[in-house]
């Protein structure tokens, strides 16, 4: 009797490690596979290209293999590739690019504002995702190549805190009118830049430089979305010539083992 | 029954070492099993412990021949790798039929000891017994957690849990010889046609 006792609690004890750890495996997974939510800026001509980020649990089998984006069909994508590797989880990154080869002459039109791309799976569906928000600038084609600048680039850099920078100097005397995205708004105190300038305000001499400093500063939920911002530095000369310099701020997910158990549980929470 | 208790032992033997040449394995544990399946069919008629090993050989058998369409039920502890459910619970499932195998054998050779008086091969089946299911046991209760954690970082453990298993194998090996030649030596000088009541 007593050695039944022992057996059983033993077996007892090898029970609630299996439930345990089946429980906690199956609440530590993704309710459903998706796209990340995507706040990004490009512009529709080639060398500009754009990262759709999907996750998924590692044992799910569906994967997407292309996306369609209507309003852009010269935009083209890469096969599926992995862009991080976590213990339960995958996220894929799909790498879109403009194809020259593909483009037609065309006037500059208002900026695109994509929400929806059509995805085709591995296993033969096809689906219309959210994907966040895009936000494609359509200048003329073939750019124009005879604009002479008064901005030449000096320096810039990003580091992995989310933080970068870009230096520009002047050619010729201009003025520095302000920096805009369209996303500046969205993320409000989550992104943050200063200007420096070698002048004392926004007049700038031959030969004197301006830096454009940029941080991300996302809340735990915000830092598995992407962005990439593209701050339009606007310059004007005394004739009232403008330009603009464009600046790169981007932030790719990179989210650490409890950050993507914050973000499943988050996900389940929204499917409950 | 002495040549019953050599191809149990003879089959353990083939189901635990891997001699490999291009990838073919020599000692091949479909072999093993056969062996072992043979030597329980003629020991069940002497002892329950026996009656007990027979069918969970032959569910081994029936995943030796699944391994070979590509069905896993292994995984290693120490590699760190994320099996799925799938996989896990397979192993678990042929662990749990290895023990119970075990399990039919130590009884049936501690059954037929005392029987015929011999308590030291009894005392030795008992305890290799409770040492084999102790150590899978503990290895059981560990395999579940790889769906979770990285079970490599404690791999010293493990590894002396695996060990300690592969000890008790060894020790089943030698006292299933034993048991032959003692056993075989009563009735009939090893008889397979012999009978012993239990």
């Given amino acids: 009797m007593r050695i039944k006792a022992i057996y059983g609690l033993i077996a007892g004890v090898i029970l609630i490690s299996w439930i345990g750890n089946f429980w906690y495996y199956e609440s530590n997974k993704l309710p459903s596979p998706g796209f990340l939510r995507h706040y990004v800026e490009m512009m529709a001509i080639p060398f500009s290209p754009i990262e759709l980020l999907y996750v998924a649990n590692n044992d799910d089998e569906r994967k997407p293999v292309n996306v369609q984006i209507d309003e852009l069909p010269e935009l083209r994508f890469d096969p599926l590739q992995v862009h991080q590797e976590l213990r339960r989880q995958t996220i894929y990154v799909l790498r879109g690019y403009i194809q020259e080869d593909a483009m037609t002459e065309r006037t500059a039109k208002e900026p695109l504002r994509l929400r929806t791309a059509t995805v085709y799976y591995n296993d033969g569906s096809v689906r219309d995702e959210e994907i966040g928000e895009i936000v494609v600038y359509r200048e003329a084609w073939p750019l124009d190549t005879s604009v002479d600048s008064p901005i030449a680039m000096m320096s810039s850099g990003n580091s992995s805190g989310n933080e970068g920078f870009s230096t520009v100097k002047a050619e010729r005397p201009v003025r520095l009118e302000g920096v805009a995205s369209a996303l500046l708004d969205r993320l409000g105190a989550a992104f943050q830049y200063e200007i420096e300038t070698d002048s004392s305000g926004a007049e700038l001499s031959e030969g004197q430089s301006v830096k454009l400093s940029y941080r991300f500063r996302l809340s735990q939920e915000d830092r598995m979305n992407v962005y990439r911002l593209l701050l339009k530095e606007t310059f004007v000369e005394p004739n009232g010539e403008k330009y603009e310099y464009t600046v790169f701020a981007n932030y790719l997910p990179y989210p650490s083992e409890s950050e993507m158990r914050a973000y499943v549980r988050e996900e389940r929470r929204g499917g409950e | ?198």
């Fill in chain 2, 1 to 198: 029954m002495k040549r019953a208790f050599a191809q149990v032992a003879w089959g353990l033997i083939f189901t635990l070492v891997n001699i490999r040449i291009n990838g073919f394995d020599l000692l091949h544990d479909l072999i093993g099993y056969v062996l072992i399946l043979a030597g329980l069919s003629k020991l069940s008629r002497h002892h329950r412990g026996f009656r007990i090993a027979l069918p969970v050989a032959w569910i081994r058998f029936v995943l030796t021949i699944a391994a070979l369409f590509g069905v896993r039920y292994e995984v290693s502890l120490t590699r760190g790798e994320s099996p799925d459910i799938g996989t896990i619970s397979l192993t678990a499932l042929a662990m749990v039929v290895e023990l119970v195998l075990f399990y039919g054998i130590c009884d049936g050779i501690r059954g037929m000891a005392l029987e015929k008086g011999k308590k030291a091969i009894a005392s030795r089946a008992g305890s290799l017994w409770r040492w084999s299911f102790a150590l899978g046991a503990l290895l059981l209760f560990c395999m579940p957690f790889q769906l979770n954690y990285i079970l490599g970082e404690i791999w010293p453990i493990l590894m002396l849990f695996a060990l300690g298993l592969l000890v008790t194998h060894l020790l089943l090996i030698f006292l299933l010889f034993r048991a032959g030649r003692v056993f075989g030596n009563y009735g009939g000088a090893g008889s397979d046609g012999e009978t012993v009541g239990t």
